[in-house]
């Protein structure tokens, strides 16, 4: 049972790895060619319309999908139920938002979101849609197929972006963007789902599942208030282009860090769910991930650090060069969130809601002085402010993860220091060779600072023989089988 288990979730995790690295490299390209045909300020606009929509798509789904998962045998009723809430909401919202876009256009003196708005806002009901179905896909471990079809939505939400930003769309190619890759990736969901809304609505069962759901709704709405609410405040304290640089920066460092996430996170939720019973199993398994997750993060995030300048020269010229400071300090906040997402899942798993309440009510006392803080004095200042927040959850998420497994954090941080010393070592490397790199051309030069930086770490952990190794060559061997 263990080693099918086991079988599983390494299959799942390079599927889904395999899915995240191809959307990732799929989405900088669209990325790097609509943001060399469009202006900062659409990416300003869109950025301020996309923190309400995606602050919907979490009451939308009210923590429930993540209940479905944990829960033993779900029943079709509760399929059907849930379903039923998710469209109810979503069109709820829906008409809310519209009828607030007015306000919210005056307000930035941007009439361009009241006409934006009714479109984009169509992205909380197509996104209702697939729910469920994403749900069961996630609960029988189908994580190849659910590959196929976020990267089908991907592609053909790329194609729909650079069409519309080479007609000269500006931010419309952006909404069609977004419109396009959750309209594909619904209907695809429901073509290969094989549940077809059953059952029928049971108040009683979504009574019994609200306690829980509603708590892991509550904090995943103030985790993200906090994380994006400083979005708001350049908008509107600083300009449109000051929040089109710093969300340009977001957008790019978050593709790899938000790959990385929904790899390791949609499939090691629902395998730790199974084994939550089992101490040992559980703290092996978590430890296993945390090593994974830090030995893929790290070094990407900070070799993105290392060579930020040369990167967005090259890729999106000198127009967006003003995104490079912003860059290189959120980047920081990209090795810490990924593992910090990992202690949740602990205690999703085996904590109850309202010490994941109690939990969040700290750390978000602690964001919110950091914030009073940091948003008056600069956008800079914001992004460091942000990197501090990621270092204070990722503190307390796992310093309270441990109480649910036979673990130290001495342990944690002795499995964690190999990575951060062969990172550290790749830095300077890198960092060390780049002077001697001026008579390169651009292209030469970046490509020679990641050759440099790739064999460093590579060699390092062979050579050092650091336990990841192993663990990545079993999830190599996945992806050739």
Do not use: H
Not at 34 to 46: I, K, Q
């Amino acid at each position: 049972m263990a080693e099918q288990l086991r079988d599983k979730v390494t299959r799942g995790v390079a599927w889904s790895i395999a899915e995240k690295v191809g959307s990732m490299l799929l989405q900088m390209v669209v990325s790097i060619v609509v943001a060399r045909l469009l202006m900062p300020e659409d990416f300003g606009v869109l950025a301020i319309l996309t923190f309400f929509t995606a602050l919907g798509v979490v009451f939308v789904d009210s923590g429930f999908s993540q209940t479905l998962i944990r829960k033993s045998n779900p029943t079709d009723d509760d399929y059907k139920t849930v379903f039923v809430f998710n469209i109810v909401v979503s069109v709820a919202l829906y008409a809310i938002f519209v009828a607030l876009s007015p306000t919210l256009a005056a307000y930035y003196n941007l009439p361009v979101i009241a006409e934006i708005a009714p479109v984009l806002m169509l992205l909380l009901p197509l996104g209702a849609m697939g729910v469920i179905q994403n749900t069961i896909f996630a609960r029988q471990f189908r994580f190849a197929l659910l590959s196929r079809i976020n990267f089908a939505a991907s592609a053909v939400s790329g194609a729909v972006a650079i069409a519309m930003a080479l007609l000269s769309c500006g931010v419309w190619s952006l909404v069609g963007q977004r419109l396009s890759q959750m309209a594909v990736k619904s209907a695809l969901l429901w073509i290969y789902g094989s549940w077809r809304c059953e059952g029928s609505v049971n108040r009683s069962a979504l009574a019994s599942m609200s306690g829980f759901s509603f708590r892991l709704m509550g904090t995943d709405v103030i985790s993200y208030l906090y994380n994006n609410i400083s979005q708001l405040f350049i908008g509107k304290i600083y300009s449109a282009d000051s929040l089109g640089y710093f969300n340009q920066a977001q957008k790019l460092k978050e593709l790899p860090v938000t790959s990385a996430v929904q790899s390791f996170q949609s499939v090691t939720y629902p395998a730790l769910a199974s084994i939550k019973d089992n101490a040992e199993k559980l703290a092996d398994s978590y430890l296993r991930v945390m090593m994974i997750t830090a030995a893929v993060m790290t070094p990407v995030m900070v070799g993105m650090i290392a060579v930020a300048d040369d990167m967005f020269m090259l890729l999106l010229g000198e127009r967006w060069m003003p995104t490079v400071p912003y860059f290189k300090i959120l980047s920081l906040s990209g090795i810490f969130y990924p593992l910090s997402m990992i202690a949740y899942n602990i205690l999703k798993v085996g904590g109850e809601g309202f010490v994941i309440i109690r939990l969040e009510i700290i750390k978000k006392a602690i964001m919110t002085l950091i914030l009073v803080f940091a948003i008056p004095l600069s956008v800079e200042a914001i992004a460091w402010g942000l990197v501090a927040m990621s270092v204070a959850e990722f503190t307390l998420n796992i310093i309270a993860s441990l109480k649910y497994v036979q673990l130290t954090l001495w342990r944690v941080f002795r499995t964690l220091l190999p990575i951060l010393l062969l990172t550290a070592a790749m830095y300077c490397a890198v960092t060390f060779i780049t002077p001697y790199l001026a008579g390169f051309s651009l292209f030469m030069r970046f490509a020679t600072q990641i050759a440099v930086g790739v064999v460093v770490y590579a060699l390092g952990a062979i050579v050092f023989r650091v336990a990841f190794v192993r663990e990545m060559i079993e999830i190599l061997g996945s992806f050739r089988k």
